[in-house]
Each structure stands twice: as structure tokens, then as C-alpha cells.
């Protein structure tokens, strides 16, 4: 290691040194609790990462292991809700089912001991190794001072195997995961429908149901993030912004850090909770981030079931029995718990995807679902792939190496002057010949409208096929997946590859992808219109990129604000103040707008009451996408009603209709109020909140999900990147920690964090705090 990685001026304080087996790190914190992590090697790097993860965060983490362990409901009860970060799962009972289920199968472990590069490298086994260490030594050495879970029994000592548990979850989170309640509660028929229906679901209906389902602007994740090319930076090099939209709450919260081996790995960013590498970040030399793709990471088979029998289907004439899975459950205060789920040679039969998506097992007919993403444990080795790539052309090659990003795009920007897309997702490959020829009558409704295939389970010529670069049979290689190389600039807003760049449009791959020529999300039409201004003005550099992220521009304000405003004084004819407000704002959602508020709640209302077919005048065309539609149809019926209810409920709650939104749009921190700028998805701001409505409280009282881990990055020809950073919720969950809050002061300021990624940049920071951890 660095001789001034084992002690420095400003180290301060006492050196804490729990040990386990000998393993070691140095941890050099900067301003904000930003860990510096330096090892030796990769099973002494997870000891650091684990330790510092845990002393930010240690009951978040703690909550996930018992999840992963199946143990929720003999902690918690089995009733109650876990929080949403591991599965979607609405009981603890039903996520225990669930895990227990895959504890007693053993399916981490087969995946463990799969060599790679179908199963995870000795780096990333060392690193588990590592990381559960570090989080049981620091268990050991220190007292927790978080009342979520000071004294609590279920904080226990981890191993490895429960730290690739929980990046399993994260792996299935898009398929096994967004199924679970279907998984635990699927049960072979008693007898006919009670109402003497088949019991087979409508196929538009389910259609529709589907679509909403896999629709990412209305998901609990998101994210903007764009790259631009040398050709129209300042100095010739890329430069990247990363704004991923994430909970703010809970197990899916992002920790920073950086992590260096010296001689073999040195980079920067942000980790998701539980997981040993750095996910979205930079080195000198690269930089990435990641949006939430519109490829479907699972699809269905519909099982044509043995008459008499329905635990046992036909495939090509022939019949197989389902393989039971006999699972049991402890229930604190209360007898055990046990289920049976039900398997089939595609995966296990479900009976619902999601409350509104039914798929009822019948005498008849029975759906199983398939998730490739359930073999794959290779995420980490494609993150740990990226801290060490040298430029986009590594990036690319590490994703075609590895093959193990679920459910997310990738977005980078190199040294060089490179850009870079990819949806390099791994995804069943169902082409869409596949979908034709072997649809059944319900996946013929299903799969154009939201890429979800139901396929006739009783054909084996209807099984996924295998492309020769794939990594793990039945998905697509690398070389059919979407990619743009070098654009002069590479945006994504969460909807499909098509528009990554509006003038270089992306076609030609398959549905279960996302879609081609279809409407675009206002988030994505406005940074597009955003992004391709400033590579069209050019000479970008890093301060550039800190403005568009705080911009806070309304673009559903610039297509609809004056026409709403125009039309307010038919709508409203005996409230002038209202329409005065509606007039005045400045189409921003900056703290100080006046009259957000009014039309963010207006504009909740209309959508949310109008069809989106009679929203707009001119209708969305494939020849003018990022303009159309627009002209807000202010005749709509419900138009007038919109925009009444949103004055009444304003001045119900006592809140001036011309408030500035940071008066009612904050985050309460120990007690006190911090204002934030930002807007919802359905006004389609960069700077996205999703925030919570209370009324009662004063108006939105806490952010649900968005803005979360934001890095603006370039290069100078120097060693060192030029990067500025932001954790929108701050490092850790404890209210008595100091970095519990600082970051979100820093982010409701619109300030940045200077990163630290040389020596001599860290040694530099007057909040050097050194921490040894080792034998």
C-alpha cells in the first residue's frame, strides 16, 4: 500500500483495529464520510468496504440479510410489509417464502461454484469473502448507536454465502423478484371457477395490465444519464453525467466510496447496499453510469395441463410433473408456516405478476415464468470490470466478457473522447419470429403491447434458442443488443434505445427490448432537448453538466404552462389569483418558483383523470418525436375540475397558492426542514423527486424516490479526473451520525462535493481521518 495510506497529519482521533483472520484495509475518510479504501487485495478490500458499509449503514444492511435469510416474519411478524428493496413481496411472509425457498434449493450455491465466466470470478468470491468479514468485525468492535435497530437480536454476524444471497436478489429484482406474492401463492386448483367461467384471463385487459407493469416511468427506480463525445467538449475528451433516480429510504439506497488495490484497481463512485464493488463511478480514465432499461428481463409459458391432473403438463404430447418445493417458515409468537411452490422444467408456476396481472391456475391451463437473470451472479465482475477499464472500448468488452447487468443501459464517456450506449441487458431471447410463431392467444395480446411473451409451454420448438456469444443458454449475446458508439452525445431517460441520440436513431432490435417510433416520456423529451442544445453550443465542460442538473426546467411547463394559464379565466371565472399565479411562474421547479406547487398538483390531477388520448392537440408523431404531442387539450372534460380541485386542496392545507415550493417541498432531517428543489416524472424534470404529499404536514414532507447518487465527470490530461459528486440523502441512515444530513443540505443548496481521487488530493482534505482495520 502507499506509505500515506497508513497514517497521515490530519488522521485524528484513535485507530479502530477489529481484525478477522488476518484480513486488512486502510480507510482514509474525507469530507462528507467519504470512505477511501485501500488493500492489498481483493479479499482485504471487501474487509474494508465491509466495515465502512456497516458503520454508515448498519441496520439498512442488517434488515436485508434477515430477508435474504427468509427470517422476516419471526422478526417482524408475518403481516407487515418489507420495504420493497429486495423483492416485491407484500408480506413478510411471502418474501420468506420466497428466500427460504431458494435457501433450502440451494441455488446461490450452484451459481457459486459455476466456474466462470458463466458463474463469478475469484476477485468477486475473494471480495464476498472479504465484505462479510469487515462487516462482522466492525459488528464486533463497535457498539450501534442507530435506534433502528440498536440491541436488536436480528443484527447477526453474515457470511459470504449471505452476501451472493442478497446480490441474487438484486440480480432477480426485474423477474423471480417482481413475482414473488405469484411464486408463494400459486396453488393447484380445487375445482372449477366458482362463477363457472374458465377462469382464463382477458387478454386486453391483461394486455393493459402488462404495459403499466413494465412501464419504468411509473417504477419505484429510474435515471438520466448522458455522455458526451470529444467533438463537442472543450477540450477534446468525454465527460459524463449520472443522475440515477433511486429510493431514498431503505436497501436500495447508494454508498460512496473508492476502492484501491494498489497496481490493479483504483475507482471512485457509488455501491448499491450489501454489494462489494463500486456500480456507477470513474477512474482517470473512464467514467459510467447506468439507467433502468425497458428490456423485459422474464417471460411466460403457458402450461397445458394433464387432464385429471394439474401438477403435471404436456409438453410435445408427453407428460412431466411438476417438482414440488415444500417450504417452511418460522413465525415469531405464532406455529411455522408451510407452503408448497410448484416448478416446471421453465421455471416456477406464478399465478400473478403484481396485483393487477392475474394468471389464475386452472384445470386446464397453469403459467410458469422464466428469469434467466436467476443463473446469473456475474454483475459485480461486470462492475469490477469497469473500475479498471482503460477506455469505452474496455467497457464494451468487459460487458461482452460478462454478461451480467439484469435490468440496466450503460452509459459512458473516456479520456480519449469517446461516448458510449449499450443495452447489454440479459434478457430471454425471445425474438420476435419466436413471439410470432409461438404466441399463445393470450401472449398475442401481451407481448406488443408491453414485451412480455407467453409462449405455448406444451412445444419444445417453442423453447428459447441460443445465440454463440451468449455466456448462459436461452438469452441473447452481445451482438444483438442495441449499442451507440461515439455519438456526439448518448442520452437515456429510461425509455427505449431508440431516440439515445435523436439524430442517430437506434432500430432493427428485438420487442422484448422496448419499442421503436413509439411516444417518448416528457423526462426523455427534455433531455434530449436539453442535451442536444448543449452538444450543439459545444465546448462543453464539467460546469456544464452541473448546471443541466439543476436546471430544474419544466418541460411539460414550456408545452403547457401558457395555455393552461390562458385558458384558467373560463376555467376559473371567479378566481383571478389563481390565474395570476399560473401565469407568473417561471416554468422551473427551483425552490423560489412561484406557482410549482399549483401546477404540479394540477397537473397530477389532469393526468391522472384525463385519458392520455385526449391530453394533447397534436397528436405524438414518429417524424417529430421529441416535439409531439403538445397543445394541452384545455377543453378536455376534466380539464376545468383539474385545476379546481388543485386550488381547493392548496388553500384546504392552508397553502398560499403563490408559495415558493421550497416552502412545502422538503426533507424533515433531525427535526428540520430542508427545502428542495426537483419535480415528479410526470413533468419530466431532469432533477427528479418523487415526493411524498401530506397534506396535513405542509405539503410533500419526504422524497419516496430520485435524485440519488449524481457524478458530473471529465478529464484534464492530468492524473487526476475532474469530478463532482452528490449523494442526494447523505451517507448513512443514522440520525446521530454527522453525515446523516450534510449531503442534502449540500444537495437543497445546488452545491457539489470535489471529489478526491489522487493522493495528494486526499491527503490534502482538512476532514483526513485515517482508520486502520486489521489484525
Known amino acids: 500500500m502507499p506509505a500515506s495510506a497508513a497514517a497521515g497529519p490530519g488522521s485524528g482521533g484513535r485507530d479502530h483495529r477489529p481484525s478477522d483472520r488476518g484480513l486488512s484495509a486502510v480507510v482514509r475518510y474525507t469530507e462528507y464520510g467519504i470512505p477511501h479504501i485501500v488493500a492489498k487485495d481483493y479479499a482485504n478490500l471487501g474487509f474494508g468496504t465491509g466495515w465502512a458499509q456497516a458503520a454508515d449503514q448498519v441496520c439498512t444492511l442488517a434488515d436485508g440479510f434477515v430477508t435474504v435469510a427468509g427470517e422476516r416474519s419471526r422478526h417482524f411478524g408475518p403481516d407487515a410489509a418489507p420495504d420493497g428493496s429486495l423483492s416485491s413481496a407484500t408480506t413478510n411472509l411471502s418474501s420468506d417464502l420466497y428466500f427460504r425457498g431458494v435457501r433450502d434449493a440451494g441455488t446461490v450455491e450452484r451459481l457459486l461454484r459455476t466456474p466462470a465466466p458463466a458463474g463469478p470470478s475469484r476477485d468477486v468470491r475473494e471480495l464476498m469473502r472479504g465484505w462479510a468479514a469487515g462487516y462482522n468485525a466492525w459488528l464486533r468492535k463497535n457498539r450501534i448507536t442507530d435506534p433502528a435497530c440498536a440491541r436488536a437480536g436480528w443484527v447477526r454476524p453474515v457470511t459470504a454465502l449471505d452476501v451472493a444471497r442478497r446480490g441474487f436478489a438484486v440480480s432477480v429484482l426485474g423477474g423471480q423478484g417482481r413475482a414473488v406474492d405469484g411464486i408463494t401463492a400459486a396453488r393447484p386448483p380445487a375445482g372449477p371457477p366458482a362463477d363457472g367461467s374458465s377462469g382464463a384471463p382477458d387478454p386486453g385487459r391483461t394486455a393493459e395490465a402488462a404495459r403499466k407493469l413494465f412501464d419504468v416511468s411509473d417504477a419505484a427506480m429510474g435515471s438520466n444519464a448522458v455522455a458526451f463525445s470529444g467533438a463537442v467538449t472543450a477540450d477534446g475528451r468525454g465527460l459524463l453525467l449520472g443522475n440515477p433516480h433511486y429510493p431514498w429510504q431503505g436497501g436500495r439506497r447508494f454508498w460512496q466510496s473508492q476502492q484501491t488495490v494498489p497496481g ?45 391432473d394439474p401438477t403435471s403438463y404436456l409438453v410435445d404430447g408427453k407428460p412431466e410433473r411438476m417438482t414440488p418445493r415444500t417450504v417452511t417458515v418460522a413465525v415469531g409468537g405464532g406455529a411455522p408456516v408451510t407452503r408448497t411452490q410448484w416448478w416446471t422444467r421453465y421455471g416456477p408456476v406464478v399465478d400473478r405478476l403484481g396485483a393487477q396481472l392475474p394468471l389464475p391456475w386452472t384445470a386446464a391451463t397453469a403459467y410458469a415464468l422464466n428469469d434467466p437473470n436467476a443463473a446469473n451472479l456475474r454483475a459485480s465482475d461486470t462492475a469490477l470490470g469497469f473500475g479498471k477499464a482503460r477506455s469505452t472500448r474496455d467497457v464494451a468488452d468487459v460487458l461482452r466478457r460478462t454478461q451480467g447487468l439484469p ?38 395480446a401481451v407481448y406488443p403491447a408491453s414485451g412480455v411473451a407467453v409462449l405455448d409451454g406444451s412445444r419444445s420448438d417453442c423453447a428459447l434458442g441460443s445465440d454463440p456469444d451468449a455466456v448462459q443458454p436461452g438469452v441473447f449475446g452481445p451482438a444483438r443488443m442495441p449499442v451507440l ?37 416528457p423526462r426523455t423529451r427534455g433531455g434530449i432537448e436539453d442535451v442536444a442544445a448543449m452538444a450543439e453550443r459545444g465546448r462543453l465542460t464539467v460546469s456544464d453538466l452541473q448546471r443541466q442538473q439543476f436546471a430544474n426546467r419544466v418541460p411539460v411547463g414550456d408545452l403547457a404552462a401558457a395555455d393552461v394559464a390562458g385558458a384558467c379565466p373560463a376555467a376559473l371565472p371567479d378566481d383571478p389569483e389563481a390565474c395570476r399565479v399560473l401565469a407568473a411562474w417561471d416554468r422551473t421547479v427551483d425552490t423560489g418558483s412561484r406557482g410549482a406547487l399549483l401546477f404540479d398538483r394540477f397537473w397530477r390531477k389532469f393526468t391522472g383523470t384525463v385519458p392520455a388520448a385526449q391530453q394533447w392537440l397534436v397528436p405524438f408523431s414518429a417524424a417529430d418525436p421529441v416535439r409531439t404531442p403538445r397543445a394541452v387539450n384545455t377543453a378536455a372534460p376534466g380539464f376545468a375540475k383539474a385545476l379546481a380541485d388543485a386550488v381547493a386542496e392548496l388553500r384546504a392545507a392552508r397553502i398560499p397558492l403563490d408559495a415558493p415550493l421550497g416552502a412545502h417541498q422538503f426533507a424533515v432531517r433531525n427535526g428540520q426542514r430542508i427545502p428542495l428543489s426537483g419535480g415528479t416524472e410526470a413533468l419530466g424534470v431532469w432533477n427528479k423527486i418523487e415526493p411524498v404529499w401530506n397534506a396535513a404536514g405542509g405539503g410533500y414532507t419526504e422524497v419516496a ?23 442526494s440523502y447523505s451517507q448513512s441512515s443514522n440520525p446521530a451520525s454527522p453525515h446523516h444530513a450534510d449531503q442534502t443540505r449540500l444537495y437543497a443548496g445546488e452545491r457539489w462535493v470535489t471529489s478526491r481521487f489522487c493522493e495528494k488530493d486526499i491527503l490534502r482534505s482538512p476532514a483526513l481521518r485515517v482508520v486502520v482495520v486489521r489484525d
Not at 275 to 292: M, P
Not at 705 to 727: E, F, M, Y
Request: net charge neutral; with cysteine.
Open 485 to 521: 458508439r461515439d455519438a456526439p452525445y448518448a442520452e437515456n431517460s429510461n425509455d427505449s434505445a431508440w431516440l439515445t441520440n435523436a439524430d442517430r436513431p437506434l432500430t432493427g432490435y428485438e420487442r422484448i427490448f422496448g419499442t421503436v417510433a413509439t411516444q417518448r416520456s
Open 264 to 308: 490493479e484497481l483504483n475507482v471512485s463512485g457509488a455501491s448499491l447496499l450489501g454489494t462489494t464493488v463500486v456500480n456507477i463511478g470513474f477512474n482517470d480514465k473512464v467514467a459510467w453510469s447506468h439507467t433502468v432499461a425497458t428490456g423485459v428481463p422474464l417471460n411466460l409459458h403457458q402450461l397445458a395441463l394433464v387432464p385429471g
Open 407 to 444: 435490468w440496466v443501459n450503460t452509459v459512458a464517456a473516456d479520456s480519449g473522447g469517446r461516448s458510449f450506449f449499450a443495452q447489454a441487458q440479459l434478457l430471454p431471447r425471445i425474438t420476435d419470429e419466436l413471439a410470432q410463431r409461438c404466441s399463445t392467444p393470450l401472449g398475442r
Open 705 to 727: 424516490h430520485g435524485t440519488s447518487h449524481v457524478q458530473a465527470v471529465g478529464w484534464d490530461g492530468s492524473r487526476c479526473p475532474v469530478a463532482r459528486t452528490l449523494l
